[in-house]
């Protein structure tokens, strides 16, 4: 019996979605294991041994003597190199590229998660910060805002093309009603967000690989 080479650890998250999201586009067989944070699987030795940070995404690439890749945005950039897509070997535009992924991993992911955190659970749990909750949606908006000039002459992030980037940003950027960051007055932004909703294989990739959460909805 033969195994695809990609075998991906994930479940239905932001950071999540993102490989999926990629394996889907390019068409490519891949194993998919979801991973229930209940269980506490993430923790346990054996993921450890693949992620050492213990989050999802993960992946094993059985084509490359079982090489392990974490860090969603490290695993977008290594499956962009296996299959040749998403990434420009143009210099250039490939750098290009790297930067808008960065500023995923780096601005977008941490501040709407924090927003997420903070307007959200912390907000439950009856552990509210005003200060908190503020900085962190502000920060984000802020960001959206960045997102917004940049799509504002063209149709994708990066060149003329549909590319890593977009797939990076597009989880969080559709969350953007838990994160209670308000997307008034982002009609670039917004018209982005339906444009890689229409894509199919984006649509069969946020329903894995359990049917959507909640905080997928767009309207709150
Ligand atoms: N920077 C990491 C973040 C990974 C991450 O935060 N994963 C979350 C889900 S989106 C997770 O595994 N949470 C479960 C936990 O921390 O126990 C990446 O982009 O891969």
């Not at 060149?159 to 940003?169: H, L, R, T």
């Not at 199919?200 to 946020?206: C, D, E, F, I, K």
Request: hydrophobic share 45%; charged share 20%; with cysteine.
């Amino acid at each position: 019996m033969s195994y695809p080479d990609i075998q991906l650890f994930t479940a239905a998250t932001m950071n999540g979605w993102k490989p999926l999201i990629f394996l889907e586009e390019a068409g490519a067989e891949y194993e998919l294991v979801g991973v229930d944070f209940s269980t506490r699987a993430h923790k346990a030795p054996d993921f450890l041994a693949l992620n050492p940070n213990g989050k999802i995404p993960a992946l094993i690439d059985r084509g490359n003597n079982d090489f392990a890749v974490f860090e969603s945005g490290a695993m977008l950039w290594y499956l962009a190199e296996k299959y040749g897509q998403f990434l420009s070997a143009d210099p250039n535009t490939r750098s290009e590229t790297l930067q808008w992924l960065m500023l995923q991993m780096g601005g977008v992911g941490p501040a709407m998660g924090q927003a997420m955190f903070f307007a959200r659970f912390a907000e439950d749990a009856g552990q509210a910060s005003a200060a908190a909750t503020a900085r962190f949606t502000g920060e984000s908006r802020r960001l959206f805002e960045v997102l917004d000039t940049r799509l504002q002459e063209r149709d994708w992030l990066v060149g003329d093309a549909y590319s890593i980037a977009d797939m990076a940003i597009f989880p969080w950027v559709r969350c953007h009603s838990w994160a209670t960051i308000s997307m008034d007055g982002l009609d670039h932004l917004a018209a982005w967000i339906e444009r890689l909703d229409a894509r199919p294989a984006v649509a069969r990739a946020l329903q894995l690989p359990n049917p959507a959460p909640k905080f997928l909805a767009r309207y709150d």
